[in-house]
């Protein structure tokens, strides 16, 4: 049985006042004009897992101007276990807090609650521009397959700063150093084979006769496998940088559709939009053999990229796979291929306030 949110309530959350959802676990629909709140409706779901949303916004941005008193987002969600309610709100000026099942909880802890993942068109110039991009979202679906790897990041990220505040500062204390680079280098080993772990799932459920070509990604890495003596040896090059130049924070995603033999960066618009769905539905995939759950997935217009005959076969992947999809578009057309295998819902702006209405027709 899948993981669905069954009820969902936004309370002064963006252009939404108060929007009550209620879902039977079916992909879901969203459509209507822009600015309408679809996507809106996506990041508050996607603020039930931890991290800052799909949208990667402060607290502050997403509560409802002109007040911005603040916002309160409400799920109730079924899973094989039960029933779970999670809720996740923010006081002006304050961190999001999350309370699940009526006890205040971690961040972290929606995570093992809530299997996510997304795709937004932020996201169709991954392969075109900087490493950081896709070095999260390489993380985001090893985070998937493995809970543990955001304990590793932050682990690293720490050490990592204390010794780059150390390289700035030209302190030689070469204990203090040793002590930082040995913790990077546990932490940095942990990242970099839960990276390859996660990119071996995702090649385990290539499928060569889906319409979404699937890129051979790989680990460019520049951590070597012993980075305490490497860090060691590149500190006086680090201290004239001021930073850290190797490590697994500097690793990038490649790319390679392998039928054409080309770098995903030179592939057209729509191929690169069909690495990134083939990858999520791997991913997708992967979760379900394993946890035999699949997770909650979220398509920012994602049908609006794809011709007819693709998104019928997107449809087909998200309905075989049983897992609540949250999609959006402009248009009940976009998503006429799946009719009664989905729940529809119109949206429209009144004023400045989005109004949601279930689309039977
Ligand atoms: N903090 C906020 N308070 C009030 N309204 C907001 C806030 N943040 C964003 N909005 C409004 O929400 C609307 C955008 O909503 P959203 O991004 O969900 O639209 P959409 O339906 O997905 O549109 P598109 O089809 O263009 O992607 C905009 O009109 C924007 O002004």
Redesign the pocket.
Known sequence: MPVFVAHLTLSHF??HQRTRLEFDGRPVALH??????????LEAISLFSPGRGLRRATPD?????PQSLGWKLRAEITTPNGNRLAETWAEPGQSRQVRIDEKSAPQLALGALVPMLWLTPAMDRLWLEGAEGRRRFLDRTTLSFAPDHAAQVLAYDKAMRERNRLLRDGVRDSRWFSALEAQMSDAGAAITANRRAALAELRAQADPDSPFPMAEMTLDCTAPDDLASALADSRARDMAAGRSLIGPHRADLRAIWTAKGMEAAQCSTGEQKAFLISAILANARALRAKTGTPPILLL??VAAHLDAARRAALYDAVCAMGAQCFM?G?GPDLFAELAGRAQHFA?S?RE?V?HVEKDTS
């Open positions: 963006r252009s209507g004009p822009n600015g309408s709140g679809k996507t809106n409706i941005d997403m509560s409802r101007r920012d217009e959006t402009t949206l702006d400045g989005s």
